[in-house]
């Protein structure tokens, strides 16, 4: 099952990814957990990202797509995979079907979560994150103990662009240079719209439903 979570920052991509992963057995690949441990790390690639991250920006294309390309040859992406945050340009989009052409593992679909900008804001303004990669909201999906990892019991901690004015701007950069992805897959006849209003459960259940037909 090869499948690729599309929609803005704080439409639950990560939350559902998780989830899913555990599901069906396929590997969640979130370039933006992949960035975050290499900045905790202090890697070459940490620094290079970092002055983007902080800012709300894209990270380069080009570091991206290598990013991904090693990844997607990974040997736990043999069953599938769970893409969550990549694509994000139309260069990244192109790079990323030669990559899958090149692998032979070519996408079934691009779900497309679809949620109202002021909730996305409500969303990433109360997010608290795990190292670990799990992901908690104060108000709509608080941990069992506060500030602590259900999953690993690490403290959790705020991301740094989690932040009103950054939250914006990554608002911003996703409607210019991301939001154009929906036509170009719709146009390939991969897209698949689905309500992330609605609760955690309720987006999950409409997911499975549309990768039950790729099983
Ligand atoms: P993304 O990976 O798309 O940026 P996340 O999965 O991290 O988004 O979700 C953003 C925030 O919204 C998190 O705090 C998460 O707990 C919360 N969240 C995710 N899905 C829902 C939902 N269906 N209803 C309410 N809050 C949600
Ligand atoms: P995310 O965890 O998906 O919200 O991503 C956090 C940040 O990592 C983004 O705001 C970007 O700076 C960077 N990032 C993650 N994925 C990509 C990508 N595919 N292309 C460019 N930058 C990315």
Redesign the pocket.
């Known amino acids: 099952m090869n499948i690729a979570l599309f929609g803005p ?2 439409a639950g ?2 939350t559902q990814a998780k989830e899913l992963s555990n599901h069906y057995k396929i590997p969640h690949i ?7 441990a290499n900045v905790r790390d202090g890697t070459e690639l940490g620094l290079k ?1 970092k002055k ?10 080009e ?2 797509i290598g990013l ?1 390309r090693n990844r997607l040859t990974e040997p736990d992406c043999g069953q599938g995979y769970l893409l ?6 139309i260069p ?1 989009a192109d790079a990323l079907s030669d990559i899958l052409q090149d692998i032979k593992k070519p996408l079934d679909a691009v779900i497309n979560i679809e949620v109202s900008d002021e909730e996305l804001v409500k969303r990433l303004s109360g997010r608290r994150s795990c190292s670990c990669g799990e992901s908690y909201h104060i108000m709509f999906n608080p941990p069992d103990k506060e500030g602590i990892c259900d999953s690993c019991g690490a403290e959790l901690y705020q ?1 740094d ?1 989690d932040r009103e004015d ?1 939250i914006r701007q ?1 608002l911003a ?1 996703y409607n210019e240079k991301t939001k154009p992805l929906i036509d170009y897959y719709d146009n390939a006849g991969l897209l698949v719209n689905v309500d992330g209003s609605g609760t955690v459960e309720a987006v999950f259940e409409d997911i499975c439903r549309i990768m039950d037909q790729f099983k």
Do not use: C, F, H, W
């Open positions: 920052p704080g991509k990560g979130s370039t933006g957990d992949i960035l975050r990202a983007y991250m902080d800012k709300g920006e894209l990270v380069p294309d570091v991206l991904i969550d945050g990549y694509p994000r340009t990244q991301r662009d950054v990554r950069v």
